[in-house]
């Protein structure tokens, strides 16, 4: 990227490279790009790269994410919650249950869910089971709606519904380690 484009990578480009390769199973390529990269991978980079070892039960390089993400937010539960799940995976359950135990016993608590859309310049939030915006019914009335109608299409046509989906499944992914 420096040589033919004179561009000096930024955090965010290494972010998506991590994503993608991820994404595609490249777990090991991953790390070697967040170990190479030319400043600290903060808390998307391990996070992305933590999830991807969740898709893959990685389950060493996923205790490598969660305590790089310990390192820089001990307080986020989520990395403890994503390796509690790769060992749930993994029939690992005694360590399954220590991070869970862990995470009740510091009293930390998930951040809930959420969503924003940008609409005519302005930005609206939404957090997982809140009614607080002012247009929630109208927004909840029009998402019932939607989802009658997929279901409606679905039923009647299950097989062009999933046809029309995009498909995106790596032809071999690669080993992590």
């Excluded at 991953?30 to 190479?36: E, P, R, S, T, W």
């Excluded at 969740?54 to 001990?74: F, H, K, M, S, T």
């Excluded at 986020?76 to 995470?103: F, Q, T």
């Amino acid at each position: 990227m420096e040589k033919v484009f004179g561009l000096v990578p930024k955090i965010e480009h290494y972010g998506c490279m991590v994503d993608l390769l991820g994404r595609m199973g490249c777990l090991k390529e991953a790390y070697d790009l967040i170990m190479g990269m030319l400043m600290e991978a903060n808390e998307i980079i391990w996070g992305s790269f933590l999830s991807a070892c969740r898709v893959y039960n990685n389950v060493e390089l996923g205790e490598v994410a969660a305590r790089r993400l310990l390192e820089l937010d001990p307080r986020d539960p989520w990395g403890r919650v994503m390796l509690s799940n790769i060992y749930a995976e993994e029939a690992k359950y005694d360590r399954s249950m220590g991070l869970r135990k862990e995470i009740k016993e510091k009293g930390l608590k998930k951040s809930p869910g959420c969503s924003s859309i940008e609409i005519n310049g302005s930005v609206h939030g939404f957090l997982v089971e809140d009614n607080s915006h002012p247009c929630y019914n109208e927004i909840n009335s029009m998402l019932e709606k939607i989802e009658k109608l997929m279901k409606h299409i679905v039923v009647l046509n299950p097989i062009s519904f999933t046809m029309a989906l995009p498909t995106i499944t790596p032809s071999a992914p690669h080993s992590a380690t």
